[in-house]
């Protein structure tokens, strides 16, 4: 086929350019200072002199114009017309950009998402999104961060090894709210020992601002001063004045509408990523893009549910999961048609070598599958690609527990669960 791609910006999108990989080249120069800062610990004489924010901030900009060189150079060698400017959907099949008027067979709506706020909560000055936390240029003293979840803890986490001083503000009673209770609660803990603050069942409800400093009003009263507010509360589909709604395509809130196929009600126009409801993940908007070219090309691809696709969020501990949490599969299935078990790091000969605390947790339907397994602890993100396969393929704990893992690792910690599940335990009792 064919391909045009219309991009206003730069190609890659927030994940290059403002989300992914500029946080997690951030998120490794604050372990280098947490290792750093550790090195006694291993027997190394070591400490943090001071973090120098510039060249910080210049190992994630080499970084990340790396990639996006050498994703440029593929978009060419592949003979894809990249289109320069702000694309509007002018009819079912043909977008404006400029003066240009692209017709295509069909359409692909994969216009993202920006860092939203709340009514009242205007972005500026010191209250800030992540794209702005990003690129500040100090290191703040002390940071307010509105939103424990995925976005929020992360930044948290990275201020942390850093040496400020960090305040969480957090709706639910948890972090990290979509996540297994258990790992939630590790990871309030592990905060906590860090000098992590959180205040957790509280919502916002004001805030002032001067050249120095933010004050935050909290609805139990509670004010907290610092140099910058976060407002990590969610991301919004950008498909405003995008011409979507004048070219007849049923939208929800802003979000496109789709079938489980990602066909929107107009015939030809499809549409992936942020701006289709559900999980606000990179990793589903590749796969949902390879989908989409498949079933244009009539190859009839699987369609893979929101539920089996990895979650990594990569603050101190990491955290990763796929699959039903405990309380969504008994939800689903009856709680007494399910199992779990919990293996705890503190039995992995590796974990301990990293200095981790953390668990695995995996869940299975009695006499059937493993619908989810959750995790937290140091690189745990390195053992989700096991355990998206074992979700994925439906396999039992039986067909997994005879399967080998390397020894010393961290994978051997799903060995050690599939092995309790399947009711053989190892290291467990
Ligand atoms: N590592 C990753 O995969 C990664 C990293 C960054 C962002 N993302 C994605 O980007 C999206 C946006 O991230 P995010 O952290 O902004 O959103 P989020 O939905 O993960 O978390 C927002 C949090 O803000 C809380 N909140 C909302 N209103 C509030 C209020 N008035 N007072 C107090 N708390 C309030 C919510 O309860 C929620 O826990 C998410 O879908 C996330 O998965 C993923």
């Known amino acids: 086929m064919t391909a045009a791609i ?66 440029q150079g593929l978009i060419k060698a592949n003979g894809i ?17 400029g003066a240009d008027t692209i017709v295509g067979k069909n359409v692909v709506l994969a216009s993202g998402s920006y860092s939203r706020s709340l009514p009242g909560l205007e972005i500026g000055g010191r209250v800030i999104t992540s794209e ?7 290191i703040p003293k002390k940071v307010i961060v509105l939103g424990g979840g995925v976005i929020g803890v992360e930044f948290a986490s990275v201020w942390r090894s850093f040496g400020a001083e960090v305040t969480i503000v957090e709706g639910l009673p948890h972090l990290v709210p979509n996540e297994e209770e258990s790992v939630s609660k590790q990871l309030e803990r592990a905060f906590r020992k860090r000098g992590i603050d959180y205040k957790l069942g ?5 805030v002032t601002q001067d050249d120095s400093s933010v004050t935050v009003t909290l609805e139990d009263g509670t004010t907290l001063t610092a140099d910058y507010l976060l407002v990590a509360v969610g991301r919004g589909p950008a498909t405003a004045g995008l011409g979507y709604e004048e070219a007849g395509i049923e939208m929800d809130r802003g979000f496109v509408l789709t079938t ?31 989908f989409v070219a498949e079933e244009i090309a009539g190859l009839n691809p699987v369609v893979v549910a929101d539920v089996n696709i990895p979650k990594v969020t990569y603050c101190d501990p990491e955290i990763a999961s796929v699959g ?14 399910i199992s779990s078990y919990e293996y705890n790091l503190a039995g992995n ?61 961290q994978n051997e910690t799903i060995g050690e669960a599939m092995l ?10």
């Open 6 to 71: 219309i991009e206003k910006d730069k190609l890659g999108g927030t994940c290059l350019h403002r989300g992914c990989v500029p946080t997690k080249a951030l998120l490794h120069s604050a372990e280098v200072a947490d290792v750093a800062r550790e090195g006694a610990t291993y027997g190394i004489n070591s400490s943090v002199e001071s973090i120098d924010i510039v060249a910080v901030n210049a190992f994630r900009e080499k970084l990340v114009a790396g990639k996006h060189k050498g994703l």
């Open 81 to 97: 017309t990249v289109f320069e400017g702000e694309g509007r959907l002018a009819s079912p099949n043909t977008v404006q950009v």
């Open 132 to 138: 702005h936390a990003l690129e500040l240029q100090e």
């Open 202 to 206: 509280v919502r916002f409800q004001g």
């Open 260 to 290: 489980e196929r990602l066909a929107t009600n107009v015939p030809g126009v499809y549409a992936v990523g942020d701006i289709v409801p559900g999980l606000q993940l990179a990793h589903r908007g590749y796969q949902q893009g390879i």
């Open 324 to 337: 039903l949490t405990e309380a969504k599969a008994a939800e689903q299935y009856g709680a007494e048609n």
């Open 349 to 409: 000969a590796k974990s301990s070598i990293l200095g981790t605390a953390g668990t695995v947790k995996a869940v299975r339907l009695n006499d059937g599958p493993v619908l989810g397994v959750h995790m937290i602890g140091a690189r745990v993100g390195e053992l989700v690609g096991e355990a998206q396969l074992i979700v994925n393929w439906e396999a039992y704990p039986e067909d997994v527990a005879p399967f080998v893992h390397g020894h010393p690792t």
């Open 420 to 429: 309790k599940l399947a009711g053989k335990p190892l290291h467990a009792i």
